[in-house]
């Protein structure tokens, strides 16, 4: 058999090979907690789930919904007016995405040709570059270091590779280093975007998971921001519907209405009783939000704390379900040390390297465990002993 050219790109990823070592612990009777893969475990609220429940006995629900009902639209413009102050038309400016991930692999092939540069952070969640990739696109890594905040250095971006740019994908709160950006980065994105007329994808799939008393908007909110991009956003985390697949891409009519024409040859639309649930979700009683940030706020104290009390102490992070840490020094790889965490402790954190090159010296925790979970886990760490043995 032979395959396209375009899978030489691509290996194993490194989500499956930690998936295979968790079952492979597992069948030797070992406990395993996963702290790799950010799959929330905070359910819906009830009022999400009696909304998919109740449409879902409806017969009449289980046609091709083919696109967007107008219910949606309107019920995602209200609530992005009503919690972002953003002002958007829902018949030109809303799509509905197949979940976050979807967008984010297809969106590029709207906008690019083989051979196009499109700017993508490092380190970074791995389909901001592969969806370019599998467009066919060149990718130029935007460095996000420590000692700038996790912020992306705009002036550090050569001027010949911004002419020839024609996407940017950004993302804040930050998925994995969990940076956020203050307002001057934004105004500084849409300048630099109008400068050398580059699309901008902002990824907001975390502005409700903030911590200790803080807040964060979107991107859409600062002038000139619907003129340049785009932004996605997701109910995964917010609202617990992370396996109904549902998220948005918002913002530049143009940029919208592409994806829209390139999803209608893709695929027939959101399940109607999904379309409900999300109604339910952002147009419902708002305190399951707080709730579910007061849970990850709980969670991030719990292994920062704990694992600082063992001798691996770690950065809380200000937002997000994740937590950046800096592997211990007597280690120089970051999936050697994930490796061999994982197979003295059962215990199953991702490499930094995973998401870039800028990530090497780093293992990202995802907040996926309860609170006895996690009190498990610093406890497995410290029984191993592999802090102590290097």
């Known amino acids: 058999m032979k395959f396209s050219k375009r899978m030489d790109q691509f290996g194993e990823g490194i989500f499956s090979k930690l998936a295979k070592l968790r079952r492979e612990k597992a069948a030797q009777g070992e406990e ?4 790799s893969i950010g799959a929330p475990n905070i359910p819906p609220a009830p009022h999400i789930i009696r909304a998919l429940t109740d449409a879902a006995q ?3 629900n289980y046609i091709y919904a083919i696109s967007d009902q107008p219910e949606l639209l309107h019920a995602v413009s209200q609530w992005y007016e009503n919690r972002y102050g953003v ?3 829902p018949e030109t400016q809303i799509c509905s995405l197949l979940g976050s991930q979807e967008g984010l692999s297809h ?24 969806g370019p990739k599998l467009a066919g696109a060149e990718l130029f890594y935007m460095p996000q270091k420590k000692e700038h905040g996790y912020l992306i250095q705009f002036d550090s971006i050569p001027e010949d590779i911004a002419r020839r740019a024609k996407l940017m994908v950004v993302s804040y709160p930050n998925n994995p280093t969990a940076a956020m950006a203050p307002d001057s980065f934004y105004r500084d994105l849409v300048a630099f975007a109008k400068k050398y007329s580059i699309i901008v994808l ?3 799939a975390y502005s409700e998971l903030v911590f200790d008393g803080k807040r964060c908007g979107s991107f859409l909110s600062y002038p000139g921001a619907a003129e340049v991009g785009v932004e996605f956003n997701s109910l995964s985390k917010t609202y617990g519907l992370a396996g109904a697949r549902v998220g948005f891409c918002l913002g530049n009519s143009q ?19 999904i379309q409900q649930a999300a109604i339910a979700a952002v147009t419902g009683d708002q305190s399951c939000v707080a709730e579910t940030r007061k849970a990850y706020e709980l969670r991030r104290d719990l292994l920062c704390d704990g694992f600082a009390s063992i001798g691996w102490p770690m950065e809380k992070p200000a937002a997000t379900m994740f937590i ?3 592997i211990p020094e007597q280690f120089s790889s970051s999936e050697a040390f994930v490796l061999e965490l994982a197979e003295q402790s059962g215990v199953i954190v991702t490499p930094g390297s995973a998401f870039g090159p800028s990530g090497e010296g ?9 609170e006895d979970g996690i009190r498990r886990a610093v406890q497995a760490v410290d029984r191993c002993g592999i802090l102590k043995t290097h």
Not at 32 to 35: H, M, Q, R, S, T
Not at 107 to 130: H, K, Q, S, W
Not at 255 to 273: A, C, E, H, I, R
């Open 32 to 35: 395993v907690i996963d702290l």
């Open 58 to 60: 409806d017969p009449g």
């Open 87 to 89: 002002l958007l038309d």
């Open 107 to 130: 969106i590029a092939m709207t906008i690019v040709n083989e051979g196009d540069i499109v700017l993508v952070p490092d380190p970074c969640y791995p389909i901001f570059g592969d």
């Open 202 to 204: 902002h990824d907001n």
């Open 255 to 273: 940029v919208v209405s592409q994806l829209k024409t390139l999803k209608s040859n893709m695929d027939y639309g959101m399940f109607l009783p």
């Open 324 to 326: 950046w840490a800096k």
């Open 362 to 370: 780093y293992v990202r925790l995802a907040m996926v465990q309860d």
